[in-house]
C-alpha cells in the first residue's frame, strides 16, 4: 500500500551542529591524531612580516548569549597585502585560520599579522581587513563577514561605501582595546546585527 505524500512534514534543515568541530578541527573536540595538526591552527608562522595582533570576540545570538560551539575561518592577506601564492607573497603567512569559541565562555581569539591594504578590481584600494566564515549550531547556511580596523582609514573602501545604512558600518569595525589588540563581536540578529555578505 502507498501512503498519501500530503501527510509527510518537512524535515528540520541541517545545521553546523556539534560535527563540525570532529571534521574540521578534531584536536580542539578533544580527538587527537586524527592529522598530524588540525588544518588552518595559525595563519602565520614564525618570521612573518608585520606587526602582530590579537583580535578577540564572541558570536553573540539574539538573546545576547555567545555561542560557545562557534567555529570561525579566516582569510587574509600578508602585511603588504599580497595572498598566498602570490609571487611577492611573505612565505610565512599562509593568510588561513580556522579557530573555534571556547567551549565555556565562548570567546574566540585569532593571533595574526595585522594585514595590508588590497587592490579592488575597479582599481581603488580596499582597506586592510580579515574575511570571515561563521558556522555554529542553527546556522544553516555559513555566514560570511569582514573585520576592518578603527585605526584604519576605511573612508574609501568599496565595501564598506556601499552599505546604505551607515551606522551598520560599525559592525565591520574592530575597536583596538590596546596596542595590537582589537575586540570584534559578531552579532547574529538584533540590536547591532552584524553586516553579512552574500559571497
Known amino acids: 500500500m502507498v501512503q498519501s505524500l500530503d501527510t509527510l512534514t518537512e524535515t528540520a534543515s541541517q545545521t553546523g551542529g556539534p560535527y563540525v568541530h570532529i571534521g574540521c578541527i578534531p584536536s580542539f573536540a578533544g580527538l587527537p591524531g586524527v592529522y598530524p595538526e588540525d588544518l588552518g591552527l595559525t595563519p602565520v608562522s614564525n618570521g612573518a612580516k608585520g606587526q602582530r595582533i590579537t583580535i578577540t570576540g564572541a558570536v553573540i545570538d539574539g538573546t545576547g548569549w555567545a555561542l560557545r560551539d562557534a567555529m570561525i575561518e579566516s582569510w587574509q592577506p600578508d602585511a603588504a597585502g599580497h595572498f598566498a601564492g602570490h609571487p611577492d607573497a611573505d612565505p610565512a603567512v599562509s593568510g588561513f585560520c580556522r ?35 561563521i558556522v555554529a549550531r542553527g546556522i544553516n547556511i ?20 556601499r552599505i546604505e545604512q551607515r551606522p551598520r558600518v560599525d559592525t565591520l569595525i574592530a575597536k583596538q582595546t590596546a596596542e595590537g589588540q582589537y575586540r570584534f563581536d559578531i552579532r547574529l540578529q538584533g540590536d547591532n546585527e552584524t553586516v553579512f555578505l552574500d559571497l
Open 99 to 133: 579557530f573555534a569559541a571556547d567551549k565555556d565562555s565562548g570567546l574566540f581569539t585569532l593571533t595574526t599579522v595585522k594585514p595590508g591594504a588590497v587592490p579592488h578590481r575597479s582599481g581603488v584600494m580596499q582597506a586592510p581587513h580579515i574575511s570571515l566564515w
Open 142 to 161: 555559513g555566514l560570511s563577514t569582514r573585520i576592518y580596523f578603527e585605526d584604519e582609514d576605511n573612508g574609501q573602501d568599496p565595501l564598506l561605501s
